[in-house]
């Protein structure tokens, strides 16, 4: 079949397609729509624009353009709102004018990734989520149409475990720290299910020639604390057991809400309130439909040693750190050279080079705006370039004390020795630096 998978870059979106392309499928990814027509790399990809794209007559041109598709699948989402991508428009509109598209344009069964709710949601619908609430509109739309027109398959899934996936690399990356804390008690009931069960899953319902529309609580085969769930992280990863404590509830939706304003999207208040609510559901079903258990928490990494896992997820929060820890050291070394420390201690240190006077308030002066320079550059370009450049300028620094003021190896507080751990951590850094930055849409 010919299928088009809107979302196809996203951790879902990547899985499914590999599955489908592996079962003999025709495979189109839509794309967010790039800013330069020339980032689309693949001659099967398509550009869309879910917060733009919201009139069916958008969808139904793209579609006659690709021919006859006969499947779409939804993967598109986001879990943080911003001034320009809404719940409203990405979980709501968009889909909404795909699925009225496609079943003018003769596409046979649509896939939506719907989202697993509270077990509360049905007797009180006022406590859904922007989120969840744009999620089951989109829903709502694709199963009116539905009855005499195209079939479809709603999968609403738990957290969805996998090596490379945003929610996994956060657990892992949060119980590879020392101590941890949980909101609450982390008595929260979770019920994860395997990335592998979720594409499995699409790929019966599309093999069955009469397939039935049908809406699945896609989840693992055992409900579990969210604290037992870190729990398992931890243990996949070979280490001991975490401390972990409790942070009261309302410090955690202030830190939620305070989340939002930073380059993340995992921590969102609605996040918050859906763990809240409980994320389960009865796994029978699933089960059926996909002729065997999910997989439990003992297969989420099989064949991937715990070492690898560790290494991994302590990479996750070290290398920011080291960069924060790094860019710090310039900052408050500009800021000492710039004035907290007495100007004429600075310009002493500069006698044994020959220089005084202008010349050497000049070489303070841009010296101390190349240290802030790096701080800014460590924080907001890190480049394998910018890792060598400090390696080189520390390197030359300590090359000049040597000629000029060797007695400051011997200086009892080691001033010159402390570049020794610098040097290695940005041998580190450089190490990791991949400079490339990819597309999660």
Known sequence: MKILICGARGFLGRHISHVLQDAGHEVWHGVRQPKLPERLTDPE??????????????????????????????????????????FDAIHRDAPAALFYAADRCGVKAVVQISALGGTNEAEHPETMTGYMRSKRAADKVLMDIGPGGLSYLILRPSLVVGIDGGSSQLFRGMTSLPVLGLPGRGEQQVQPVHVDDLCAAIALWLADENRHSMVLNAVGPQAMSYRGMLEIYRSAMGMPAQYMFSIPMPVMRFAASAATLLPQNLLTPDSLRMLEQDNVADATSFATHLGRPAKSHKDWFTGIPDHMLASSAIAGWSLPLFRYALALVWFVTAAVSFGLYPISGSLALLQPLGLSGAPAMFMLMAASTLDLCLGLATLLWPRRILWLMQIALIVGYSGIIAIYSPEYYLHPFGPVLKNLPILALLAYLFAHQTDTRKDTK
């Open 45 to 86: 990809e398509i550009a869309i624009n879910y917060a733009q794209d919201t009139e069916p007559a958008i969808w139904e041109k793209r579609l006659r353009s690709l021919g006859q598709i006969d499947v779409i699948i939804n993967a598109v989402g986001i879990l943080n709102e911003t001034p320009e991508l809404s």
